[in-house]
């Protein structure tokens, strides 16, 4: 099967991430692939693009005639990917050398029609202290308690996978449409967020089937300093609250993983923490089990904004 990879960017300032991305996909162990690189409406940025890979003999490059979002761009380089199977992959992630492999594996091995893999952390300023890891999903990292089993080092059928590590036969995307780009901004509120959960929803309805989660499949996800700031980490939390609102009351079908990670977190994890700390007391542990709850209040917070909002 060819994979074709869509990636996409909208700044200069960014460039040099892309082409760390594009070159993980390139150099991987997986030959049959096409590279769909899209500038979402930034001519410079398309320039940059035909100047390094318009030559390239796996490498598309399409423009967007203005900026549309991430979403909109996504859908226009599936449109353009000729790929039996096409792949998303963000400009701040790199994808281990066996990625495409493992996930074209998966298909085979599960007739699966969607399949997604792990997103690991690569800190670009250190890991912060306050950020447990069953919040990691607020940096775009797989999280403590995902997968089939709540364990993510075991492959099995979930709702979705991340943005940036998610796939999907060409011929199912195409058929659901792509990604709603309403999610993003539904009645102007960019702050409403959830593509994939959506589109991840829609194929279940269509299908009657999930995404296929192989944890082996890495992607690595660049963490900046500024989303390691605990300011940047609550605000983040509070909007995540609010967009889950937002989903359940616009997309109902899509919810529901995220009333078993509350149950697993006051049920399981608080505890485990708890005993942690009685039984090895430190203050880094202390910190993370603070965080916890703090963490929990700003998404719960942003959660009952979202009630007052659409009810």
């Known amino acids: 099967m060819q994979v074709s990879v869509v990636l996409c960017t909208h700044t200069l300032e960014r460039y040099e991430y892309l082409t760390d991305a594009a070159e993980s996909v390139l150099t991987g162990t997986y030959d049959d692939l096409e590279l769909v690189c899209v500038s979402d409406g930034n001519e410079a940025v398309y320039e940059r693009m035909q100047e390094d890979y318009g030559d390239h003999p796996k490498v598309v490059t399409t423009c967007l005639d203005e900026n549309s979002g991430l979403l909109t761009a996504r859908n226009h380089g599936a449109e353009v990917a000729s790929g039996d199977i096409v792949a998303f992959l963000d400009d701040d992630a790199i994808a281990c050398e066996a990625w495409l492999e493992l996930l074209v594996d998966a298909y085979e091995a599960h007739d699966a029609i969607a399949v997604g893999g792990r997103m690991t952390p690569r800190w670009e300023a250190g890991e912060p202290a306050v950020l447990p890891e069953e919040f990691y999903w607020l940096v775009g990292v797989t999280h403590r308690g995902f997968g089939p089993d709540g364990d993510p080092g075991e492959p099995g059928w979930v709702r979705n996978t991340m943005g940036s590590n998610i796939s999907f036969r060409a011929e199912v995307f195409a058929e659901l449409g792509g990604?709603?780009?309403?999610?993003?901004?539904?009645?102007?509120?960019?702050?409403?967020?959830?593509?994939?959960?959506?589109?991840?929803?829609?194929?279940?309805?269509?299908?009657?089937?999930?995404?296929?989660?192989?944890?082996?499949?890495?992607?690595?996800?660049?963490?900046?300093?500024?989303?390691?700031?605990?300011?940047?980490?609550?605000?983040?939390?509070?909007?995540?609250?609010?967009s889950k609102r937002g989903m359940e009351r616009f997309v109902p079908e899509s919810t529901g993983a995220e009333g078993e990670f509350l149950g697993d977190l006051l049920g399981s994890f608080v505890p485990d923490r708890l005993r942690g700390l009685v039984l090895r007391p430190s203050a880094a542990a202390a910190l993370q089990l603070l965080f916890l709850f703090v963490f929990t209040g700003a998404v719960g917070a942003g959660y009952g904004y979202g009630i007052v909002k659409w009810g």
């Open 179 to 242: 990604f709603d780009v309403d999610i993003g901004g539904r009645k102007g509120d960019n702050h409403l967020q959830g593509g994939e959960s959506e589109l991840c929803a829609r194929l279940r309805a269509e299908y009657d089937q999930r995404v296929w989660y192989v944890p082996e499949a890495t992607v690595e996800h660049r963490i900046f300093e500024y989303r390691t700031e605990p300011d940047w980490l609550l605000e983040r939390a509070f909007w995540q609250g609010y």
